[in-house]
């Protein structure tokens, strides 16, 4: 089962997909945002891509503190590279056929900048798939 799935079939468990999921200090400042599902005062983590949804985490937890420090120091999102997909990577945020995306790219539709070439691997901005596709789910 792909990850797209699994994260259907928790979501038919009731759980609900947040892009922009944040844990918090007692005091409400903000310790990371992420994406994951949540249900019920727990979060599990997506990370797409190691194609794995983590365990359910119940907030606000000594535990909860250090597996969010263990994800920001594996991955640090806020990197300009995190804005920049593959189209494949694109396709599979989005929920889309590559063919689709080639399409559009070939249509004309993508502004300039917004894609390129690297090698025999397309190129494209976060910025260019919100505009034409929305935020992704």
């Not at 727990?42 to 000594?62: C, E």
């Not at 689709?100 to 249509?107: A, G, I, S, V």
């Amino acid at each position: 089962m792909n990850l797209q799935d699994r994260i259907k079939k928790l979501e038919n468990e009731g759980w609900t997909y947040r892009n922009d999921f944040r844990v918090a200090t007692g005091q409400g400042n903000t310790l990371s945002q992420f994406t994951a599902l949540e249900r019920n005062g727990y979060y599990r983590i997506i990370n797409s891509k190691a194609g794995r949804i983590g365990k359910a985490v119940k907030y606000m937890s000594d535990a909860d503190i250090e597996v969010m420090s263990a994800y920001k120091e594996e991955e640090d999102t806020t990197s300009e590279l995190y804005n920049i997909f593959t189209f494949a990577e694109a396709c599979e945020i989005w929920h889309l056929s590559e063919s689709t995306l080639r399409k559009t790219k070939f249509d004309g539709r993508f502004r300039d900048g917004e894609t390129r070439q690297s090698g025999g691997t397309w190129l494209v901005t976060r910025q260019a798939m919100e505009r034409l596709y929305g935020v992704p789910r």
